[in-house]
């Protein structure tokens, strides 16, 4: 069956926060989430020099640490309660993105679309905590969510005393694998390995099939992956900060790492839309014809 994926970055992109910062902010950090980054930074190296030995990606076991280090202090476990409860009320998605995103797939019902048997379906690859984005969507809207990922061991068995233990960490390069992942169906069929070679016609989505949607230069990879293998990537930015963004925007345009980029306004009759909607029938017509030829 003909696929559709569009996958999503989250922080920056579907909502306007820093997701993990609210975690910070919660668990009473001293000097709150912005003293913790810089800890963060400066742990990663970014005062040291050659500067040039430093690799960005690497600051996710970085804060992963710092953060359970933070949880384990206030034996807080940083799980799925933890989150429902205290971190997912203060995290506030880009107006409208839940009616956005179901009206976007209300397009597979078009005739010419359904008529291919083409599907959409929407992923989130999150540098962010994984169990917390997932708790900010209606269960039948994300097919996966990819992101950083925390299991809870009890210290010296006891289970007053939670600990927070990173089990994946999410960078740059894992989001590249992430995308791997879906194109191979590999996300949800454990016997089918992301390093497996998959046959074209195998594959659960190809790249080309592909739609992938970031808020800036940590998605340079995703977007360049997803375009060299003939997807489409879009970038979208704080339509209340447009001024912020212009020199990051510029920075993206010159090396023309998107096909669109545009304000994350998520009102269904806006320009995000219309291009996404364009784009998927376009997508679709391409199935059918190629049925007709077969």
Not at 226 to 241: A, K, S, Y
Request: aromatic share 10%.
């Amino acid at each position: 069956m003909p696929r559709i994926a569009i996958v999503w970055d989250f922080d920056g992109t579907l909502t306007p926060q820093e997701s993990t910062g609210a975690v910070v902010e919660i668990l009473g950090a001293s000097g709150g989430s912005k003293k913790f980054w810089a800890d963060v930074k400066r742990l990663r190296g970014d005062n040291e020099k050659p500067t040039w030995e430093h690799i960005l990606a690497m600051d996710a076991p970085i804060w992963m640490y710092s953060l359970s280090r933070l949880a384990f202090e206030r034996q807080i476990p940083l799980n799925k309660e933890f989150f429902k409860r205290y971190v997912a009320p203060r995290i506030t998605l880009y107006t409208r993105v839940a009616a956005f995103l179901r009206k976007l797939k209300l397009v597979e019902e078009r005739r010419d679309l359904k008529a291919a048997n083409v599907e959409i379906h929407y992923f989130i690859i999150t540098a962010g905590l994984k169990h917390l984005v997932e708790l900010l969507f209606p269960e039948d809207l994300i097919r996966w969510t990819f992101g950083c990922v925390y299991a809870i061991n009890e210290y010296l068995g006891d289970p007053k005393r939670p600990e927070s233990i990173p089990t994946f960490c999410m960078d740059e390069t894992a989001k590249t694998r992430s995308l791997f992942e879906i194109s191979k169906g590999s996300f949800e069929n454990k016997k089918r390995s992301v390093n497996s070679r998959v046959k074209d016609e195998d594959l659960w989505v190809p790249f080309r099939d592909m739609i992938y949607v970031g808020d800036g230069m940590t998605d340079v990879p995703a977007l360049s992956l997803v375009r060299r293998l003939g997807g489409l990537g879009v970038v979208v930015f704080d339509p209340r900060r447009p001024d912020a963004a212009k020199e990051k925007l510029k920075a993206l345009r010159l090396d023309k790492r998107a096909d669109l980029i545009t304000a994350a306004d998520f009102d269904p009759d806006g320009e995000l839309f219309d291009f996404m909607e364009a784009r998927c029938v376009q997508i679709g017509r391409r199935h059918r014809a190629e049925l007709a030829d077969i």
